[in-house]
């Protein structure tokens, strides 16, 4: 096995040209794909995480069949043994419940469909940043007052403004058509179309009244310290759940609630795999073309191994020894550069300016792309390409394997 790791270090080094050429393109696809990885990875994250500390929190608990069809008969009461659950897991840093239903809102002759969102004024403050994305007026107080939070764009097409008494009418939990008058307290600026055209925030206990809840909620949102283990910890508050004879309630990933963005993010994904196909089909053609070449131009040497008596397959994984010493040193160096790039931009995002700026703010993003430097970036891509390199250099390996002594002999 000796002999043929050096022979095979030897062999790549006959024609530096066209070994480094080789490289090269092993670089360049290295560095490329690692670089358009971390930035699409680097940029959602970044901006999944802002979207959950925003508003709708990384998990949420509720009715099962409530996520399919929102109505206050799917409500729930919040007892000790659930905040026990939520409480013994460390991984969650904090939660809070949320009342939700529709509503329409009358200001003199303007009035508008909304959507009511009751809160816990003070653990909201924890959850989401709602308090700091007050655009005119003040948060909401503890007490139980009838005052309320407006998206600007709601309060401009009621052609209202702050301290003016609106109405609210809405279907309770009951049946009962009920209304009643609010203090408009001062608005929020989402930077979500839906929320700052319809949304209205009131005191989880003055939305309890208006909509005949007592005490039931409709869902509980849960921040938590780390993305990654959304999916842990929403297992593990489901098998609580279950043990504790809840399995009424279920806990839901934000992808399970936020489904749109997570089809969004999936064809985001189509396109960079498509691209990663194009770089791979550079390397694949670029080590095709050299060990192709390289075992061409040693038909004579190799029918002369052959008969003195070294055996095919020795050729056949010389080949591949080869193949793969190529592919790693184009490895190395790539992701040595794609580390370089993708840790700059990781603490330097890239600040978009004008339309883009605006477009990304229309739905929610923030106008940065920031890269990443997950390990798992560097290890998916490296293995990816050194297989397809392997796989390329099978035909050719194959073709030495199955040269006749004698003709490799003759060849000219």
């Known amino acids: ?49 802002y979207m959950l500390d925003l508003f709708s929190g990384y998990i949420q608990i509720q009715r099962v069949g ?24 460390p991984e969650i840093q904090n939660y809070s419940e949320r009342i939700l239903a529709d509503g329409l809102i009358s200001y003199k002759n303007n009035s508008s469909g909304i959507v009511i969102i009751g809160i816990d004024v003070e653990k909201e403050k924890y959850i989401s940043k709602l308090v700091e994305r007050i655009d005119y007026g003040e948060y909401l107080s503890e007490q139980k007052n009838p005052e309320i939070l407006v998206g600007y764009k709601l309060l401009k097409s009621l052609k209202a403004n702050v301290g003016d008494t609106i109405v609210i009418l809405s279907q309770g939990i009951d049946g009962v058509l009920g209304n009643q008058k609010f203090v408009i ?3 929020f600026k989402l930077n979500s179309p839906e929320f700052d055209a319809n949304g209205v925030f009131m005191n989880i206990h003055t939305a309890q009244e208006l909509l005949a809840m007592e005490n039931r909620i409709s869902i509980i949102v849960i921040k938590m310290k780390d993305l990654k283990k959304v999916e842990f910890v929403a297992d593990f508050i489901n098998s609580k759940l279950s043990s504790n004879k809840m399995s009424e309630l279920v806990a839901l990933r934000w992808d399970q609630v936020l ?13 960079d795999k498509f691209f990663m196909f194009i770089l791979i089909i550079i390397v694949s053609f670029g080590i095709l073309n050299t060990i192709t070449m390289s075992v061409v131009e040693r038909f004579r040497e190799i029918g002369i191994t052959l008969s003195i ?23 190395i160096i790539g992701n040595i550069f794609g580390y370089i790039v993708n840790n700059y931009f990781e603490k330097n995002p890239v600040l978009l300016t004008k339309d883009y700026e605006q477009l990304y703010a229309e739905y929610g993003f923030l106008p940065l792309l920031p890269s990443s430097t997950e390990l798992s ?30 003709k490799g002999i003759r060849y000219t």
């Open 1 to 49: 096995m000796n002999l043929l790791l050096k022979l095979a270090w030897r062999n790549i080094w006959r024609n530096k040209r066209r070994t480094l050429l080789t490289i090269l393109a092993v670089v360049f696809a290295t560095f490329l794909s690692i670089v358009q990885r971390g930035f699409a990875d680097g940029t959602w994250e970044y901006n999944i995480r």
């Open 66 to 89: 409530y996520q399919e069809n929102p109505k206050l008969t799917l409500s729930f009461s919040v007892n000790g043994t659930l905040m026990n659950i939520l409480r013994s897991n």
């Open 185 to 187: 307290k001062g608005t």
């Open 259 to 271: 489904t749109d963005i997570k089809e969004l993010r999936e064809f985001d994904s189509i396109g």
């Open 309 to 331: 008596g070294m055996k095919p397959f020795k050729i056949f994984s010389l080949l591949i020894i080869e193949t793969f010493f190529i592919t790693i040193i184009g490895l």
């Open 377 to 406: 970036i560097f290890i998916n891509t490296s293995i990816l390409i050194l297989l397809i390199s392997l796989i390329t250099c099978l035909y050719p390996a194959f073709k030495a394997y199955r040269l006749e002594p004698l």
